[in-house]
């Protein structure tokens, strides 16, 4: 059996933290200065979750230029500790000190608003002396990153439909609807269809038999004189992702014991899986009028 061998200690509070804190606050202040004053003369710098064969890593031109730019396209850039984490210093026997760090990196690109906002862990190995950082290796969430380039460019994710078979399944929908048919009106969604409507207020969605009942209180007391199509559906047929029609409707409603006739505004969007049956129905409008 293997025998216990100490290494090294490991310190929560340590100068060489300060200096890896200073060194994050220099980089997202792009104060490229103290970068410089940080780190050795052959200071070198790599990206843990590039996996090109030919990559080398950068050097203290690298770093400055990077924080430079970051500072010169991101507001509100922050590295900050994750959760309860915290950086651990540590003094190896042989290796010298090494931090490691277990932080959140958060930016705003000022040219388009994207959020970025991903874990980073760094290890920043110190040189002989411990006083400057001579490596600096870092691991991001590469999949935010990769959605931050997207947001840069025009990317086609779909088509639009003025007119479209799902579009006809709508329409179907509200004419039930429209006459009274409830059964018919629920007949295309799935029976795990989840109904988003905007004037829940103590859950988040009304399952397809929650929502049928819903729809059957509000017609035992109201009656629907009409409902009228506004403008023009749409059906966005996404990329790999299934489609979601988009409709406008104005509606007339009687109530049954005072005779009142009101009218109301919705919008809905219908969410279709594979099959073509309505997964998922998100449905906005001024629910107040039934009260």
């Known amino acids: ?13 340590h100068p060489a933290i300060e200096i890896v804190n200073q060194f994050n ?9 103290t970068l410089k004053s940080l780190v050795s003369d052959d200071f070198k710098m790599w990206n843990s979750m590039n996996n090109n064969p030919n990559y080398k890593g950068g050097d203290i031109n690298n770093l400055t230029g990077q924080s430079a730019w970051m500072n010169k396209n991101f507001v509100n850039m922050s590295i900050e500790n994750r959760g309860s984490a915290y ?3 540590i003094e190896y026997k042989d290796d010298g000190t090494y931090v490691y760090t277990f932080q959140m990196f958060t930016a705003w690109d000022k040219n388009n608003g994207f959020k970025i906002k991903t874990p980073r862990n760094g290890t920043f190995i110190f040189d002989k002396e411990g006083k400057k950082i001579r490596r600096f290796l870092w691991s991001d969430n590469q999949a935010a990153w990769d959605k931050w380039s997207i947001s840069r460019e025009t990317v086609k994710n779909g088509v639009i439909y003025k007119d479209h078979p799902s579009i006809g399944t709508v329409r179907k929908v509200y ?3 429209a006459q009274g048919n409830i059964e018919k009106t ?81 919008h809905s969007q219908m969410w279709f899986n594979s099959k073509g049956k309505i997964g998922r129905e998100d449905v906005y409008y001024n629910g107040a009028i039934f009260n």
């Open 1 to 13: 059996m293997s025998q216990k061998e100490k290494n090294g200690k490991v310190y929560k509070n």
């Open 186 to 266: 629920f007949q295309d969604f799935g029976k795990n269809a989840r109904i988003y409507d905007s004037n829940l207020t103590d859950k988040d969605y009304n399952s397809l038999e929650e929502q049928i009942e819903s729809v059957t209180s509000v017609l035992s007391e109201f009656e629907i004189v009409s409902i009228d199509e506004v403008g023009y559906p749409d059906y966005l047929d996404y990329e790999g992702n299934g489609g979601v029609a988009l409709s406008w409707w104005k509606f007339t409603f009687k109530n049954k014991k005072s005779g009142e006739m009101k009218t109301m505004k919705l």
């Open 175 to 177: 004419y039930h609807l």
């Open 25 to 33: 606050k220099a980089y997202v202040d792009g104060d490229v200065e």
């Open 87 to 89: 950086s651990d210093a």
